[in-house]
Nanobody
Framework: QVQLVESGGGLVQAGGSLRLSCAASGRALNLYGMGMGWFRQAPEKEREIVAAISWSGNNAFYGDSVKGRFTISRDIGKNTVYLQMNSLKPEDTAVYYC????????????????????WGQGTQVTVSS
């Protein structure tokens, strides 16, 4: 199973930017064959998908609330996935989780939470107004 460690969270003012990183380690030291995603969970709300990227890195999916503001990318050589967050809003405040899921489709982002079987511990993002 892949072990995932997120970093890059913190406190930022509305309109600011943050970049989250998710590094893979453990038995599967690379993310070959893995679709990757970022999820978030705000207090008293259900976890929701933020963005997902295909194994190939060629295709991405974004939740409606972050389209045009967030960008997901992956560096296969560094076994790392990133989430660039721009124009942050107070409603983006949440714990952000990185996730990985095995897939045989190189071009399909995994958009359903139950497709993911490895999760990071989460990183807090707080956006002040």
């Amino acid at each position: 199973q892949v072990q995932l460690v997120e970093s890059g969270g913190g406190l930022v003012q509305a309109g600011g930017s943050l970049r989250l990183s998710c590094a893979a380690s453990g038995r599967a030291l690379n993310l070959y064959g893995m679709g990757m995603g970022w999820f978030r969970q705000a207090p008293e709300k259900e976890r929701e998908i933020v963005a997902a990227i295909s194994w190939s890195g060629n295709n991405a999916f974004y939740g409606d609330s972050v389209k045009g503001r967030f960008t997901i990318s992956r560096d296969i050589g560094k076994n790392t996935v990133y989430l660039q967050m721009n124009s942050l809003k107070p409603e983006d405040t949440a714990v952000y989780y990185c996730a990985a899921g095995r897939t045989t489709s190189s071009g399909e982002p995994l958009t359903r939470e139950n497709r993911y079987n490895s999760w990071g511990q989460g990183t807090q993002v707080t956006v002040s107004s």
